[in-house]
């Protein structure tokens, strides 16, 4: 089974759509994201343009605030300050990567937590990490949503993570240890790479290393998600070698088409509920 991860982000696309119609026809009130873009990276405008277009599309307000790469910090900190307290504005994010005088750290803890759309802010990590509420980082929620589209019940199953970033690897692992998963992390200091990759019923490919993942690293009948983006050539291609284990999988998901449509359907959903949570 290939898993059609456009298909399924144009149906929470969708779902989003409606409940913005709905909520707008009773308050005349709309999300409100806006995206701080600093530099001129190819990949973040082209991440940064889809972002604003899919918001468009389902209603809500975007608002692109764009900075040369040689910004100050201090210019950065003061917009976030105002979007804070711009109660037009439902969700903020700034795109990464940031340039080396911009500290990340800063810029993320600087973000009201209610409105950090991206959960990277440290009071939405803990709440996940603790089981409690919290706004989760949009790629693992797509791919955890794409996950339970195969399987409803993870209980018990073994759930193998490439990759321990902030965004992807650590978040997701919160997010399966919930569904009762037995959860193992690897990355580039992890001896075995492969056995410990042949185990998993679930395997999350976040290594960014192209075709990585080959057929005698996985397991028959696993579900395979690829978080990866990597050039080849003209080409897009993913953490997996797709075509080696597309039928030794139950299901995988394909690059371009599988997780990247999900993340960003994730942030319309993540907007959304931090839009919800401020009407009263
Ligand atoms: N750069 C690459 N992925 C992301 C993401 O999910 N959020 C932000 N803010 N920047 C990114």
Redesign the pocket.
């Known amino acids: 089974m290939i898993i059609d991860g456009k298909k399924e982000a144009e149906i929470l696309r969708d779902e989003i759509k409606k409940e913005i119609i709905s909520i707008k026809n009773k308050t005349n009130k709309v999300p409100g994201l806006s995206v701080i873009l600093i530099g001129d990276l190819v ?2 405008q082209i ?1 940064v343009r889809n972002k604003e277009k899919n918001s468009k599309e389902v209603g809500m307000n975007s608002n692109i605030i764009k900075y040369s790469k040689d910004v100050t910090e201090e210019e950065v900190l003061k917009k976030i300050k105002e979007l804070n307290n711009d109660k037009n504005v439902s969700g903020i ?5 940031l340039p080396d005088q911009i500290g990340k750290e800063k810029i993320i803890n600087s973000i009201d937590p209610s409105k950090d759309v ?1 959960g ?1 802010h440290p009071i939405n990590v803990g709440n996940l990490a603790s089981g409690y509420k919290a706004i989760v ?3 693992p929620l797509g791919c955890l949503i794409l996950i339970k589209k195969v399987e409803k019940n993870l209980s018990g199953k073994h759930a193998v993570i490439i990759g321990r970033s902030n ?1 992807n690897g650590k978040p997701m692992a919160q997010l399966l240890l919930k569904e009762n998963c037995t959860v193992t992390i690897v990355h580039t200091k992890t001896k075995n790479l492969k056995e410990e990759c042949s185990k998993a019923d679930i395997l999350i490919a976040a290594a960014g290393k192209a075709k990585l993942v080959k057929k005698d690293w996985v397991k028959n009948g696993s579900i395979i998600i690829d978080v990866g983006i990597n050039q080849e050539g003209d080409k897009i291609v993913g953490d997996v070698s797709f075509e080696e284990v597309k039928d030794k999988a139950k299901a995988v998901t394909p690059v371009p088409g599988g997780v990247g449509p999900m ?1 960003i359907a994730c ?1 319309l959903k993540n907007t959304l509920e931090c839009f919800k949570a401020r009407l009263t």
Request: aromatic share 12%; proline share 19%; with cysteine.
């Open positions: 990949p973040s991440y994010l700034v795109q990464l990567p991206d990277f980082p949009c790629t965004l993340t942030l």
